[in-house]
T-cell receptor, first 112, second 113 residues
Framework: RKEVEQDPGPFNVPEGATVAFNCTYSNSASQSFFWYRQDCRKEPKLLMS???SGNEDGRFTAQLNRASQYISLLIRDSKLSDSATYLCVVNGGSGNTGKLIFGQGTTLQVKP | DVKVTQSSRYLVKRTGEKVFLECVQD?????MFWYRQDPGLGLRLIYF???????EKGDIPEGYSVSREKKERFSLILESASTNQTSMYLC????????????FGPGTRLTVT
């Protein structure tokens, strides 16, 4: 079983749609959770951290369910510029090693 | 802004060659990481370094070594390149105690023929 699992997609949605991505992780000791965005042929960049209480940044909402070891990302009012691969990321869980475990990513294509 | 640079964007090498990939960060970060990224497999950690002259194996260290002689520079070495090491290589850095966010370089696409 992969440590971080995501549906690779692709998700093809029209502009203005709401789309949700899900992710599960296997290490119950993980303490930090993130969504990174990776554009085609570019490096990953932090989109947002994910907190237990849930957090929102503009059109983006992230949720964490520790009991189910489940993370989600909701994008409202999708824009063409949202087209990218979204990586679910959790920390290694043991001590402050800074190690991150990456999911393989979910590809989003927003169409006009 | 944190800046992480990698020595080459594209590299083509022959099987058996020794390959050096260089990574430099300008934010005085203690931690540095080397990943490779392959379709369907995501990012996999090769090696990481907590500080100068310190290194730890990641999940797929076989066929690779690293060097961290200066804080800002972390080198990945392919001792004898093989075709299965054709991949995108990404370097990242992180500040100890600054949260787990990692900052990535632009990547080096290595092709071994």
């Amino acid at each position: 079983r992969k440590e971080v699992e995501q549906d690779p997609g692709p998700f093809n949605v029209p502009e203005g749609a709401t789309v949700a991505f899900n992710c599960t992780y296997s290490n119950s000791a993980s303490q930090s959770f993130f969504w990174y965005r990776q554009d085609c042929r570019k490096e990953p960049k932090l989109l947002m951290s994910v907190y237990s209480s849930g957090n929102e940044d503009g059109r983006f909402t992230a949720q964490l369910n520790r009991a189910s070891q489940y993370i989600s990302l909701l994008i409202r009012d999708s824009k063409l510029s949202d087209s990218a691969t979204y990586l679910c990321v959790v920390n290694g869980g043991s001590g402050n090693t800074g190690k991150l475990i990456f999911g393989q990513g979910t590809t989003l294509q927003v169409k006009p | 802004d944190v800046k992480v640079t990698q020595s080459s964007r594209y590299l083509v090498k022959r099987t058996g060659e020794k390959v050096f990939l260089e990574c430099v960060q300008d934010m005085d970060h203690e931690n540095m990481f080397w990943y490779r990224q392959d379709p369907g497999l995501g990012l996999r950690l090769i090696y990481f370094s907590y500080d100068v002259k310190m290194k730890e194996k990641g999940d797929i260290p076989e066929g690779y070594s690293v060097s961290r002689e200066k804080k800002e520079r972390f080198s990945l070495i392919l001792e004898s390149a093989s075709t299965n090491q054709t991949s995108m290589y990404l370097c990242a850095s992180r500040q100890t105690g600054g949260g787990d966010e990692q900052y990535f370089g632009p990547g080096t696409r290595l092709t071994v023929t």
